[in-house]
């Protein structure tokens, strides 16, 4: 008797259901911003939400919770009776341990399933990071293993997706109803599938995307006509893929000597349609690449000979440093063509200045070509004029780290003046601090954290020097990489009955740049899978 072929089960994963909450009982520990973003995720699946934590301190977004009526507070401090009748999933968002453990063990006791944070072995299952746009839902889960990583999983997975997918997949939702309402026979079960299955299969993401009253109506009236897979039409299948890949450049110069050579490129702030022509060339034509670690991932695939990206980390910057400086010397003995990738430009803030006197005491003068700097580019891009008439007549770029990650010489406060900050937001805390207390900063300045920008995940998180640190910290922390704004021309353009004071967004301004998105650029106040 032979033996069937079926799949082996692995082991270790996680059981990936989506759970109905419109009829059950939510109950979050905790008075954080962790606590707050399982309350919001509870309450998008529709569930009612009992929470407990003390009100000293307690994050604004659950007190405006409480107070409108969104969630039913039960105390300040947790009783088992609450897990009797208030409870059929529970949130503990408290990292003590001894505070957590009985109350998951009393959960279990009851068999209420409960996730407790930063406590894995705690757990009854993981939070996701989660992707929705109206029905359509994608989640990622390490199960526990890397939080961070999922969000940037589930953000490179949402970028590839078509604009309005969930208006497509709403539609063919519709569309279904309106197939079986048709057609409701049993015997007409297989038939539907079949036909819906045909429109899933064939029909682009784009197309479907673009799903029109009118397609529908013609659809339906084409399920009666045949089997669905002739009225999709052959040119719906051929849906374009996009642009093929340029041919790879093979053909080489060969000289009995030659010399190598070495090019500091600027790779501008990120989006490769913002690298200069001579950077492409430059790119093309290199037989080595050393790239920075901040480097985008969609700049760093127009690399198609040797890579290398820095090994840099803090405290170990310049271990590094004298590690790239060492194999492009070794490749420039060999006659290579070299180039050095820098973020942004090589001369600001990127050591261009010290690797061309480093070459030139080995005989090397290096070409540089200029980058669009971030300084400028990310303020643009988010919607903030560093010089506008009668609010900023000038603007500075400075450093918030110094030497061997050492405190940089701050400036002093000047009403007329936009200032921005490199390297600055793995120190945010301690850099508002010294601006407000000993640079006379204005506490309520305006400011804003631009992250990745001319990336498809571009963020701007903003808020004023006091309050920025909490602001940030509810959003999930910083997405390196990242720099700070401070002054009055921050709310130039921004709309305040739209994004108000403090808040998080793609840009302040509507565009059309393929980059950033549609023009509804307000994104949720904090991150809800920021902890899993």
């Known amino acids: ?16 259901i989506a759970l109905q909450c419109n009829t059950k009982k939510v109950l979050v ?8 973003s399982r309350v919001f995720s509870s309450l998008e699946a529709d569930a009612t939400v009992f929470l407990v934590g003390s009100k000293e301190n307690m994050c604004s977004e659950l007190v405006y919770r409480i107070e409108h009526e969104q969630v039913q507070w039960l105390g300040p401090s947790f009783e088992p009776g609450y897990l009797n009748d208030k409870a059929d999933l529970v949130f503990v968002c408290i990292s003590d341990r001894d505070f957590a453990t009985p109350i998951a063990q009393a959960c279990r006791d009851r068999r209420i399933p409960v996730n407790v944070t930063d406590a894995n072995d705690l757990c009854d299952f993981f939070m996701t990071s989660t992707y929705r746009d109206q029905s359509l839902q994608i989640a990622v889960s390490t199960n526990g293993q890397a939080s961070k990583l999922s969000n940037r999983v589930r953000r490179h997975v949402a970028s590839t997706l078509p604009a309005n997918l969930g208006d497509a997949v709403r539609r063919v939702g519709l569309l279904r109803q309106q197939v079986r309402s048709s057609d409701p026979s049993k015997a007409a079960s297989g038939r539907r599938m079949k036909w819906l299955a045909q429109i899933c299969e064939y029909w682009s993401m784009d197309r479907l995307a673009q799903l029109s009253d009118k397609d529908m109506e013609d659809l339906l009236e084409a399920y009666h006509h045949d089997e669905g897979y002739e009225s999709v039409g052959k040119t719906e299948r051929l849906a374009t893929l996009g642009a093929p890949p340029r041919p790879q450049q093979l053909q080489q110069q060969l000289k009995e000597e030659r ?10 702030p990120g989006d490769p349609d913002l690298l200069t022509m001579a950077a492409h060339k430059a790119i093309d034509e290199a037989d080595l690449v050393l790239a920075d670690k901040i480097v985008p991932a969609e700049v760093i695939a127009l690399v198609q000979c040797e890579l290398k990206i820095a090994r840099k980390f803090p405290g170990n910057a310049d271990a590094a440093q004298e590690e790239f400086n060492e194999m492009a010397l070794r490749a420039l003995k060999q006659g290579k063509n070299v180039v050095r990738l820098k973020q942004g430009d090589p001369y600001l803030f990127g050591r261009g200045g010290e690797e061309v006197l480093h070459f030139r005491k080995f005989g090397y003068t290096p070409r540089v070509i200029p980058g669009i700097s971030s300084s400028v580019a990310a303020p643009l891009l988010a919607g903030i004029p560093l010089t506008h008439r009668t609010v900023a007549s000038q603007f500075l770029v400075t450093t918030g780290t110094g030497a061997k990650n050492s405190l940089a010489p701050l400036p002093t406060f000047d009403a007329h003046r936009t200032d921005v900050f490199l390297m600055a937001i793995h120190r945010l805390s301690a850099l508002t601090q010294d601006l407000i207390e000993k640079q006379k900063y204005p506490a309520n300045l305006p400011c804003a954290i631009i992250e990745r920008a001319s990336c498809k995940d571009q963020r701007i998180v903003w808020g004023t020097l006091e309050n920025i640190v909490q602001i940030l910290d509810s959003v ?34 509507a565009t059309s740049n393929s980059c950033l998105g549609g023009s509804d650029n307000v994104l949720q106040f904090h991150d809800p899978e920021s902890v899993c």
């Open 259 to 268: 010399k190598g050579s070495i090019t500091l490129v600027g790779a501008g």
């Open 476 to 509: 999930g922390g910083s997405r390196p990489p990242g720099l700070l704004v401070v002054g009055h021309a921050i709310n130039v353009l921004k709309e305040e009955e739209k994004f108000g004071t403090q808040g998080v967004a793609n840009t302040f301004v």
């Open 29 to 36: 520990i905790g008075n954080n911003p962790i606590a707050a």
């Open 1 to 16: 008797m032979s033996v069937p072929r079926v799949p082996q089960p692995q082991g270790g994963a996680s059981l990936m």
